[in-house]
């Protein structure tokens, strides 16, 4: 019995190594698990969901696979992905999770997130995120022609790069106090996010109650996957090339 925990892919049409990965890990892997959970930013950018391009379809044909033979997969959106919607999530039998949301994995309760609102130094980041969550802008942006929305998403990316060249490493990882305030919230010892490509698992104290936070890593150079099962989780690689073989 095993769940897999995903994310920050980028899957992009310009990186085939990243995309061949992904379909070989949902075909060989995922499709044996209990579940998927795919923790945001699985695209480097999601248009909307009224791309009709032969890229967004394999992966939506992936997931609809998947989700066909009755592997269960939950979807958070991450900050390249909040227009993954409820037309998406029809269309290839996802679980749209709330931003933040408490799991069970085998008996114990986790929280689970994509990581970007654990970034609270980065105020220039949250400031546009709240701006672009705004359901009606996003409601304004969807009945844009999808060519329109292209060219304005290219901007935004462009933008987003010089941005990110000006900022610190340290601005653009989580706040510890943000990590303590998500978990007492959510009275759970367990969090998993991804977000800052940082894959880790790291332990602390709260109040003399121990907890951990399993930092998810991206798929640049490697696949990297979380594994869990009931006697514990590992944080894994996939290499680009490689053929998994099927689980028995």
């Excluded at 990243?18 to 379909?23: R, V």
């Excluded at 044996?32 to 044909?61: C, K, M, P």
């Excluded at 919607?85 to 997130?113: C, H, M, N, P, W």
Aim: aromatic share 12%; hydrophobic share 40%; net charge negative.
């Amino acid at each position: 019995m095993k769940t897999y925990f995903i994310s920050d892919l980028h899957l992009t049409p310009s990186r085939q190594d990243i995309t061949d990965c992904f379909l070989n890990f949902m075909e060989t892997e995922a499709s044996h698990a209990d579940a998927l959970y795919v923790l945001g930013d699985l695209f480097e950018f999601w248009i909307g969901d009224d791309d009709s391009s032969e890229f967004a379809n394999t992966i939506r044909q992936a997931f609809i696979k998947l989700t066909d033979s009755g592997v269960p997969c939950y979807f958070t959106q991450g900050n390249r992905d909040f227009l993954v919607g409820k037309r998406f999530a029809k269309q290839t039998g996802v679980t749209l999770l709330d931003e933040v949301a408490v799991i069970d994995i085998y008996g114990q309760s986790a929280v689970v997130l994509h990581g970007d609102t654990l970034c609270t130094d980065d105020i220039k980041y949250l400031a546009f995120r709240e701006k672009v969550h705004q359901p009606w802008l996003q409601w304004v942006f969807n009945c844009i022609p999808f060519f329109i929305k292209k060219k304005i998403v290219s901007k935004v990316q462009s933008d987003i790069k010089d941005d990110k060249q000006t900022k610190s490493l340290d601005i653009m990882d989580v706040t510890q106090k943000e990590v303590e305030n998500v978990i007492s919230a959510n009275k759970v010892d367990l969090m998993i996010h991804g977000h800052t490509h940082r894959p880790n698992i790291h332990s602390f104290d709260m109040n003399e109650v121990a907890k951990k936070r399993i930092v998810l890593g991206d798929w640049y150079t490697q696949g990297s996957v979380l594994e869990f099962t009931e006697q514990g989780f590992e944080l894994q690689n996939r290499a680009f090339g490689n053929v998994f073989p099927k689980d028995s």
